[in-house]
């Protein structure tokens, strides 16, 4: 699916930089919220072209070692020098030079450090490798570093279902379902419940993929609607987050209950504010949610709303009863 044919958003959930650069490649408009992170961005000078073409990261991003074995006999090259970006996973992280060759798979930049500088395998190597997908790094980094959860991730990430059995029959780490979801991994998502059978978990994760013939037939095998994850977390809590107006329905009208509230103390109605979803909003509150329900943080759907500028979202929320009295709604309101 491409926006070109369809005209449908991504859910950018969270993921400042990526939203930025498809609104900018779509020249698409930008409401306030956008306007004042975008413009950080702007001038930053964020691109599709992450590194600048005569630099040791793009000659890593690459794998070109000709252009990289310039930089590191270079007298003044530092061979430990570290980066810091947003566009890569932990970014508030520094990221090592093999660290950057585990993440892109360059395996011939990776074994020149390893050979020239000893580099030092870490576990975000291992981590980033299941990203970069390169067997033979993974191999080398197996050799120092045992695979942990986050591995598993970056492997459902890559979608890389090789990789993720290995994890799974060799280390005994289970799929993260949640992560299937959020991905849309759902090779890794229906191997798990073939082996797992856990019907009542898969049903909870299942919205994500918008599929509601999954929803359904997993709800088939399950007796609880409301059923929670380990956070609190329910099915329609998904089907909010990731704006799936019919599997709500279809969730709503077996039961789920619209007010129950995840381990943070937030009801579903507390998230499509978060990425103005006004159908999903709309939907729940026509079935009794709660609009001046907070969570542990003291945030409100219309709160939401307020510090992310969403103007339509904000009056539609004040003429369904949204409480603007709340101190928290004021004071945001004087800083936009």
Same mark, same amino acid.
């Given at each position: 699916?491409?926006?070109?044919?369809?005209?449908?958003?991504?859910?950018?959930?969270?993921?400042?930089?990526?939203?930025?650069?498809?609104?900018?490649?779509?020249?698409?408009?930008?409401?306030?919220?956008?306007?004042?992170?975008?413009?950080?961005?702007?001038?930053?000078?964020?691109?599709?072209?992450?590194?600048?073409?005569?630099?040791?990261?793009?000659?890593?991003?690459?794998?070109?070692? $000709?252009?990289?074995?310039?930089?590191?006999?270079?007298?003044?090259?530092?061979?430990?020098?570290?980066?810091?970006?947003?566009?890569?996973?932990?970014?508030?992280?520094?990221?090592?030079?093999?660290?950057?060759?585990?993440?892109?798979?360059?395996?011939?930049?990776?074994?020149?450090?390893?050979?020239?500088?000893?580099?030092?395998?870490?576990?975000?190597?291992?981590?980033?490798?299941?990203?970069?997908?390169?067997?033979?790094?993974?191999? $080398?980094?197996?050799? $120092?570093?045992?695979?942990? $959860?986050?591995?598993?991730?970056?492997?459902?990430?890559?979608?890389?279902?090789?990789?993720?059995?290995?994890?799974?029959?060799?280390?005994?780490?289970?799929?993260?379902?949640?992560?299937?979801?959020?991905?849309?991994?759902?090779?890794?998502?229906?191997?798990?419940?073939?082996?797992?059978?856990?019907?009542?978990?898969?049903?909870?994760?299942?919205?994500?993929?918008?599929?509601?013939?999954?929803?359904?037939?997993?709800?088939?095998?399950?007796?609880?609607?409301?059923?929670?994850?380990?956070?609190?977390?329910?099915?329609?809590?998904?089907?909010?987050?990731?704006?799936?107006?019919?599997?709500?329905?279809?969730?709503?009208?077996?039961?789920?209950?619209?007010?129950?509230?995840?381990?943070?103390?937030?009801?579903?109605?507390?998230?499509?504010?978060?990425?103005?979803?006004?159908?999903?909003?709309?939907?729940?509150?026509?079935?009794?949610?709660?609009?001046?329900?907070?969570?542990?943080?003291?945030?409100?759907?219309?709160?939401?709303?307020?510090?992310?500028?969403?103007?339509?979202?904000?009056?539609?929320?004040?003429?369904?009863?949204?409480?603007?009295?709340?101190?928290?709604?004021?004071?945001?309101?004087?800083?936009?």
């Amino acid at each position: 699916m491409t926006y070109e044919e369809f005209h449908v958003k991504p859910n950018f959930y969270h993921q400042d930089a990526l939203e930025y650069l498809f609104y900018k490649d779509y020249n698409l408009s930008i409401d306030g919220y956008h306007q004042k992170i975008f413009e950080k961005y702007e001038n930053e000078n964020y691109s599709l072209d992450i590194h600048e073409k005569i630099s040791i990261y793009k000659s890593i991003m690459d794998d070109d070692k $000709e252009s990289f074995i310039k930089f590191i006999e270079d007298e003044l090259f530092d061979k430990d020098k570290i980066l810091i970006n947003e566009f890569y996973p932990e970014s508030e992280d520094e990221l090592s030079l093999l660290e950057l060759c585990c993440y892109h798979g360059s395996v011939g930049c990776f074994k020149l450090l390893r050979t020239k500088f000893k580099s030092e395998i870490t576990l975000k190597c291992l981590q980033f490798s299941f990203l970069g997908g390169n067997p033979e790094i993974i191999h $080398e980094c197996l050799k $120092e570093q045992d695979p942990d $959860e986050n591995c598993m991730n970056y492997a459902i990430v890559s979608n890389n279902i090789d990789f993720i059995s290995f994890l799974m029959n060799e280390y005994d780490i289970d799929i993260n379902l949640e992560i299937c979801g959020e991905y849309l991994n759902l090779q890794a998502f229906l191997m798990n419940l073939d082996i797992t059978k856990d019907f009542r978990k898969s049903f909870i994760y299942s919205p994500p993929f918008s599929l509601l013939s999954l929803v359904e037939y997993l709800f088939s095998y399950c007796d609880d609607v409301n059923a929670p994850d380990s956070d609190g977390m329910r099915a329609l809590h998904f089907a909010a987050i990731y704006n799936c107006k019919s599997i709500a329905e279809f969730l709503i009208s077996n039961g789920a209950d619209v007010n129950a509230i995840n381990d943070s103390g937030s009801t579903a109605l507390v998230h499509p504010s978060f990425v103005d979803n006004k159908e999903i909003i709309e939907l729940l509150l026509s079935h009794g949610a709660d609009i001046n329900d907070k969570n542990e943080n003291e945030q409100t759907a219309l709160l939401n709303a307020v510090e992310r500028n969403y103007k339509d979202l904000v009056e539609f929320l004040i003429l369904h009863g949204a409480n603007i009295g709340c101190p928290k709604v004021r004071l945001a309101q004087c800083s936009i």
